[in-house]
């Protein structure tokens, strides 16, 4: 199976020094060059007015201090399908080559572009207004869909490392990333486990907290605040997450020997001044170029063809 094709996304290297320097500095340093950059570019108006239109259509949405929003089973549409459509590739693939194609503590990057068409499971539910509102609602303007893969979590007999270990992510000061169920996740299932942004505030400041830093053991995070358990977010298959993983530490796949892997489809919404886009996200989306000539105005938003 073709395993190649994945939505590119800038490297490292490709942002410019003075982005790149921001970007994996402190919080605050990157919250003020992101303010920055969003003054300057002026383009956001459109978002923000359609933002506020789907915000008010939304029944719950996420907490400023937590970051965190829970939907059970049911309560959004187009889970089933988004869900039979993840199962059946984690299937076709088999638990070997996946386990062969790991990496780091996950196996992940096998959802490739020609299975994200319009008409596709992943981008109906990736732009269903039960998903855009509380999204949109949270960022204040409508967001920029950069990311939809499948993860699949298995035991790996190390200590924990990489994205094992308390984190913050790159991409933006203020992002919000959707966790689907494919099938139930508990404790021994290694769940994205997280604490809320308010006291991830306070371990990014007594720890003195930069992005370059990235990791920091439980050991670390219990000292700042005195507890490193977290919140994990387990729940049955269909249940889905909303997490602002850049201002909400986090880890997950601590997948323990013998239990069921975790699957997860994994949804990301960046706002068009992230520093995943070096200049214009309308020239640097990945799925910019599913939007139509006839598409609606908020779907060529999200898609970032506007």
């Keep these: 199976m ?9 490297g490292r290297g490709e942002l410019d ?3 790149e320097l921001a970007r994996l500095g402190s919080p605050k340093a990157r919250r003020a060059f992101v303010r920055e950059r969003r003054r300057s570019a002026r383009h956001d108006g ?8 789907l915000a008010s259509r939304a029944a719950v949405g996420l907490d400023p201090d937590q970051g965190i929003l829970r939907a059970a089973p049911g309560a959004l549409d187009g889970v089933d399908e988004t869900i039979a459509a993840a199962n059946g590739l984690i299937d076709r693939i088999g638990a070997e080559q996946l386990g062969a194609i790991r990496r780091k503590p996950m196996s992940k990057g096998f959802l490739t572009m020609p299975d994200l068409g319009l008409d596709s499971p992943y981008l109906r539910f990736a732009l269903s207004d039960g998903v855009l509102g509380p999204v949109s609602e949270y960022l204040g303007l409508v967001p920029v869909l950069t990311y939809i893969d499948v993860w699949y979590s298995e035991h790996v007999p190390t200590e924990p490392y990489s994205s094992q270990l308390w984190h913050l992510d790159h991409a933006d000061v203020k992002q ?10 508990d404790i021994a299932s290694g769940p994205l486990t997280v604490l809320d942004a308010a006291t991830s505030k306070l371990v990014a400041k007594r720890t003195r907290y930069t992005l370059a830093a990235s990791r920091l053991s439980d050991d670390a995070v219990r000292e700042a605040v005195g507890a490193a358990e977290g919140i994990p977010l387990t729940g049955p298959k269909g249940a889905a997450t909303f997490v602002d993983t850049s201002r909400c530490f986090h880890f997950g796949s601590r997948v323990e020997p013998g239990a069921p892997p975790r699957k997860l489809v994994v949804f990301q919404y960046l706002t068009p001044f992230a520093f995943d886009f070096q200049h214009d996200h309308r020239d640097e989306a990945p799925f ?3 939007a139509e000539p006839g598409s609606a105005e908020r779907d060529r938003l999200v898609l970032g063809a506007d």
């Design 46 to 53: 459109r978002r923000k007015a359609l933002a506020a239109e």
């Design 17 to 19: 020094s003075e982005a």
């Design 2 to 10: 073709d395993l190649t094709g994945a939505p590119r996304r800038l």
């Design 288 to 290: 910019r170029e599913l």
């Design 176 to 185: 919000v990333k959707v966790f689907l169920h494919c099938d139930a996740v």
